[in-house]
């Protein structure tokens, strides 16, 4: 898997010659912002750092103390190349976790969590709380299975392990120690008109959705858009 790993951007998964980091930058603002700690001095990790966004955004909101960590060499040439210097790569997420003697104040995993093996899932988040401060805050952002494009999300990336709903997610947040468990969809501001025709025609789709649920299943979902994200915080 190194060698996917390795290869992740330029493999098909990202085009190189594209940055979308500013479209990206702008949608952690709309779903992140109310979430980053108030103390600028804050410490903040990013679990797989890919083209460098979310360390973007929080530079953007006055975060000096943030590093970037991903398995991708590949990922970490990008972000210098941008000049994102606060970045390594690691070879193993759970040794990383358990040899740091870091903890931060705000740890984020975007588009990760499904990387994982099923059977490590636990014992990795158990870490992350474990590097939180006292009343830190994980926030973690995953595919959503429940949505019409849930199989295109599970298995669009040869990488993908697991596939989940807010409510495994947020079961898995519980199980591994993490309070005040939240599960929001990740969506796009409708600050554009574009952008609010998607929402209607979104909100058609997704109400329509919901009732081959109802008819298919005694339990409909909340949510059912094709992302969602969770916050967890430390006791």
């Not at 000049?83 to 870091?102: P, R």
């Not at 994982?116 to 014992?123: F, H, I, Q, S």
């Not at 952002?141 to 495994?168: M, Q, W």
Request: proline share 3%.
């Amino acid at each position: 898997m190194k060698k996917v790993y390795d290869k992740f951007l330029s493999s098909g998964f990202q085009d190189l010659n594209q940055d979308s980091s500013a479209h990206t930058v702008s949608l952690y603002e709309h779903n992140y912002r109310n979430y980053l700690p108030q103390d600028k001095q804050a410490k903040i990790l990013d679990i797989g750092c890919d083209m460098g966004s979310f360390l973007q955004f929080v530079g953007s909101e006055g975060f000096e103390n943030y590093q970037g960590v991903d398995l991708s060499s590949e990922a970490i040439e990008y972000c210098q190349q941008k000049g994102i210097m606060k970045v390594k790569q690691i070879d193993d997420l759970l040794n990383y976790l358990t040899m740091s003697a870091e903890t931060f104040d705000l740890i984020a995993m975007n588009d990760v969590i499904e990387h994982l093996p099923r059977a490590k899932v636990v014992e990795i988040l158990e870490k992350i709380y474990e590097k939180l401060n006292r009343g830190g805050v994980f926030v973690v952002k995953t595919g959503n299975l429940a949505s019409l494009v849930g199989p295109r999300i599970r298995h669009g990336d040869f990488t993908h392990y697991l596939g989940l709903i807010e409510y495994s997610l947020k079961q898995v947040l519980l199980v591994s120690g993490f309070v005040d468990v939240m599960v929001e969809p990740f969506v796009f501001p409708k600050n554009k008109i574009t952008r609010i025709v998607r929402f209607v025609g979104q909100k058609i789709i997704h109400g329509l959705w919901k009732l081959v649920f109802f008819f298919e299943f005694t339990n409909v979902p909340k949510i059912v858009d094709e992302l969602i994200f969770a916050v967890g915080r430390k006791k």
